[in-house]
């Protein structure tokens, strides 16, 4: 079966960095896909990833790792704006998005 | 970027009543529509495929007949949950795929919020 893992839950402090894992097991890969959701909104779109390596984006990084199922999100310097639910999501071999349950980030002052 | 709308953006009905969301794509055209159901603190779930033109693909486990979905132009799908009942309640969300862009480009509506009492 297809299967994506990614902590339920964690917590950190404004101004440090944090790294949500992800891992993954899927029938085919065409990319993986980081998603910010806050409490009663849709996703909204941080990263995509289909080749080894690392993507860097402002605040906001995203590994991967293809021989070993795995990708990371990387957040620096955070923000109380940065408090919400992230998802992990990869394309399989039908394009279909397979999503992660999330990992629901908690900033404290 | 992309835009996709959705409306209502939340609604509120009896039990046994019909309520029908649409999902358009306001500045692109969209061969494919994916609707999507998240029930509190969990992920999505994906319940269906939209197809311009032809009749949607639905995820096992999930009613075709409860769950309509019409895809009648490149901008608009629409999604009719019929008899609603409470356990229907839930965030649903749609996202649209570029037509002719790259498989990745898939862009999320702001979801509709149906609470069925």
């Known amino acids: 079966g297809q299967n994506i893992d990614q902590p339920t839950e964690m917590t950190a402090t404004e101004g440090a960095i944090v790294q949500i894992n992800c891992t993954y097991q899927?029938?085919?890969?065409?990319?993986l896909f980081w998603y910010q959701q806050h409490a009663g909104e849709a996703p909204t779109f941080l990263s995509y990833?289909?080749l080894d390596g690392l993507e860097e984006k402002g605040r906001f990084s995203s590994f991967l790792s293809r021989s070993k199922g795995y990708s990371y999100l990387l957040l620096k310097e955070l923000q109380m704006k940065d408090s919400a639910s992230y998802l992990c999501?990869?394309?399989?071999?039908?394009?279909?998005?397979?999503w992660g349950a999330g990992t629901k980030l908690i900033i404290k002052p | 970027g992309a835009v996709v709308s959705q409306h209502p953006s939340w609604v509120i009905c009896k039990s046994g009543t019909s309520v029908k969301i649409e999902c358009r794509s306001l500045?692109?055209?969209?061969?494919?529509m994916f609707w999507y159901r998240q029930f509190p603190k969990q992920s999505l779930m994906l319940m269906a495929t939209?197809?311009?033109?032809?009749?949607?693909?639905?995820e096992q486990g999930v009613e075709k007949d409860k769950f309509l979905i019409n895809h009648a132009s490149l901008t608009l799908s629409t999604l009719t949950v019929t008899s609603a009942h409470p356990e229907d309640s839930s965030f649903y969300i749609c996202?649209?795929?570029?037509?002719?862009?790259?498989?990745?480009?898939?862009?999320f509506g702001p979801g509709t919020r149906l609470t069925v009492l």
């Open positions: 899927t029938s085919g890969f065409n990319g």
């Open positions: 996202s649209a795929r570029l037509a002719g862009g790259e498989i990745r480009e898939q862009f």
């Open positions: 990833n289909v």
């Open positions: 939209s197809n311009e033109g032809s009749k949607a693909t639905y």
């Open positions: 999501a990869v394309l399989d071999s039908n394009y279909q998005l397979i």
């Open positions: 500045d692109f055209q969209a061969t494919t």
